[in-house]
């Protein structure tokens, strides 16, 4: 048998046959190592349906590597030699295989690139750890956009990205003359008949052999693992977006903002889950949503708003979390200390916001932006939950969640943690904008339109206390300030309601 020359080690969301570490190599000379391992699937206990869906997707890809005439070894999670970790699956192979050198592309966590550094000392071999060219930025190039600047808004991030891609660029202008639609994108949306759902796919063999494993070996981790129904091949993963397109993209713009009572999907792609794993490629859906407008079949606010989500925010926080990485997991500006409530793993609230919101994603995995942002997210951070417990929950229960993506949207957007790097103010809203937004508020214990009392909506009397506790912090902000002044209006026994009202039902969480 020849030398192997290199040993290619792939991760488990790094399933793209263009992969850096993959397109340098020669099927003959070099040799693929994928392993499912006990660490990585439990650094936080992710969602059972997270594990199935990436071990699948790792087992399909070895197949479709093996059909371009690669030799993988591929390790799997009941493998009497599986020790659990990278470090040491990476070591055996090497005592195995007697490579000239080891080849990666850079993680995508801090974590996980910190082993890459320490593998050349610790097994005495070149170890090359390649650019992951799947991100259309570079976490230099971000660096080197964000050097000098007092603020580092997404909107300016992303007209470069337009001008850089060429995406919905009339030379050097716009398309349609404004950069961004978002204005256009509020509307609430009503039940409807013909709500487009995402293109499941009933489980293969290799999924199925995968579901018993996961069921025999995850037993006490959060989540539902059937129904079962994600793509976990790259030609389902694209019939999946080409169906979005078709049902969903028309009105993503729309109804981006919307929620609505069972129906966990409405008009989002839920193509993350591919996007970060490595099924699907940015740059490449981004260009077919744009031929699509090209093609008069989507209005422009729909086609602006999605490829804004993928070469504006998924690229921006990539590049926060690079920048501002290690340290900015600990972040907490707010100071807040608060345990998770048992709620977030178990659904059981008489609110029937975060109540809606948990159980899809139990039974899901899945729920879509504002529901993360404006439900499970809004309420944490007006109860004071502590960022990082926060952090851990949001990585945990997502199908989509990886480090780089998940921590500046939890600990930035979500909950402010970072002083204001990322996002202009905390996006903490009462009741009312949930009324607004969806219908949940119909089917609720609680009452939207009482700020205080024991029926009223709690969003309302922990708005109101935010604002009162955290005047100092967030008072800056001009839209905040509005806020404080408003408060600061209130009767003396009205703020008084409100402090008493907030006390109890945290006290009670
Ligand atoms: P769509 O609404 O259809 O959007 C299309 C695509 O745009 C998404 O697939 C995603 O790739 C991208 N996108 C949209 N918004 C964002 C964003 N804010 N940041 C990065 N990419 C974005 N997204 C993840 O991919 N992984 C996470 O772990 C994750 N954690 C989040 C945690 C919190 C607290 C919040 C507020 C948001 C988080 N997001 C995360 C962003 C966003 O909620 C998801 O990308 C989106 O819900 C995925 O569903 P979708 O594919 O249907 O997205
Ligand atoms: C998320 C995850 C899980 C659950 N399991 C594995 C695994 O068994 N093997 C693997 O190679 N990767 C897995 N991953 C993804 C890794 O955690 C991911 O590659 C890093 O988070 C990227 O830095
Ligand atoms: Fe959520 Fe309040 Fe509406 Fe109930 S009344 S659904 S708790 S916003």
Redesign the pocket.
């Known amino acids: 048998m020849p030398a192997i020359r290199n040993l290619i080690l792939v991760l488990g969301d790094q399933l793209t046959p263009t992969l850096t570490s993959l397109a340098g190599g020669d099927p003959v000379r070099d040799r693929v190592l994928m392993a499912e391992l006990g660490d990585e699937a439990g650094y936080v206990r992710h969602h059972r349906k997270k594990i199935a869906f990436l071990f699948s997707a790792m087992r399909h890809f070895a197949a479709e590597l093996r059909g371009l005439g690669w030799t993988v070894d591929y390790v799997t999670l009941d493998d009497p030699d599986n020790r659990g970790s990278f470090t040491e699956a990476l070591g055996a192979a090497i005592a195995r295989l007697r490579p000239a050198r080891v080849v990666v592309t850079e993680a995508g966590e801090w974590r996980v690139r910190q082993m890459q550094e320490s593998w050349a000392a610790r097994f005495s071999l070149p170890v090359d750890i390649l650019p992951d060219e799947r991100f259309l930025c570079s976490p230099a190039s971000f660096a080197a956009w964000a050097a000098g600047r007092k603020q580092l808004r997404m909107e300016y991030f992303y007209r470069d990205m337009r001008r850089r891609t060429g995406l919905l660029m009339d030379g050097d202008e716009p398309a349609g003359g404004r950069w961004n639609f978002d204005a256009e994108n509020r509307k609430p949306a009503k039940a409807d008949l013909f709500m487009p759902r995402p293109r499941g796919v009933a489980p293969d063999a290799i999924t199925r052999e995968v579901l018993a494993l996961v069921e025999a070996r995850f037993g006490n981790h959060f989540g539902d693992l059937e129904p079962f129904w994600f793509a976990v091949t790259r030609a389902d993963a694209e019939a999946a977006f080409a169906a979005f397109v078709e049902t969903a993209l028309p009105k993503?713009g729309d109804y981006?903002d919307a929620m609505l009572a069972g129906e966990p999907?409405l008009y989002?792609?839920?193509?993350?889950p591919y996007?970060?794993c490595g099924l699907l490629d940015p740059l490449a859906v981004c260009r077919q949503v744009e031929a699509e407008w090209r093609a008069g079949r989507v209005p422009l606010n729909a086609a602006e708003g999605?490829i804004r989500?993928?070469i504006g925010?998924?690229e921006y926080?990539r590049g926060i979390y690079w920048l501002k990485m290690p340290g900015y997991e600990r972040s907490n500006f707010l100071g807040h200390a608060r345990p998770l409530p048992g709620f977030y793993w178990t659904g059981e609230t008489a609110m029937a916001c975060v109540r809606a919101a948990v159980t899809q994603t139990k039974e899901q995995a899945?729920?879509?932006?504002i529901q993360?942002?404006m439900i499970t997210?809004n309420f944490a951070l007006l109860a004071g939950i502590d960022p990082h417990e926060l952090h851990e929950w949001?990585?945990a229960v997502?199908a989509?969640?990886?480090e780089w993506?998940?921590l500046p949207?939890?600990v930035g957007?979500?909950q402010f943690a970072d002083g204001g790097l990322l996002a202009s103010k905390p996006y903490a809203a009462s009741g009312a904008y949930i009324d607004r937004m969806s219908d949940y508020c119909d089917g609720c214990a609680y009452d939207v339109k009482q700020r205080t009392g024991p029926r009223a909506c709690p969003f309302n009397a922990l708005y109101w206390d935010f604002i009162s506790r955290h005047r100092d912090k967030i008072g800056r902000n001009p839209r905040m300030a509005q806020m404080v002044r408003t408060y600061d209006k209130f009767p003396d026994a009205e703020r008084a309601r409100i402090a008493d009202s907030a006390a109890a039902f945290l006290a009670g969480l």
């Not at 989002?268 to 993350?272: F, N, S």
């Not at 899945?366 to 932006?369: G, I, N, R, V």
């Open positions: 993503f981006q999907f989002h792609a839920v193509i993350a996007l970060n999605f989500q993928i925010w998924r926080v899945y729920a879509h932006h993360r942002l997210g949001y990585l997502y989509d969640a990886y993506v998940e949207n939890t957007m979500s």
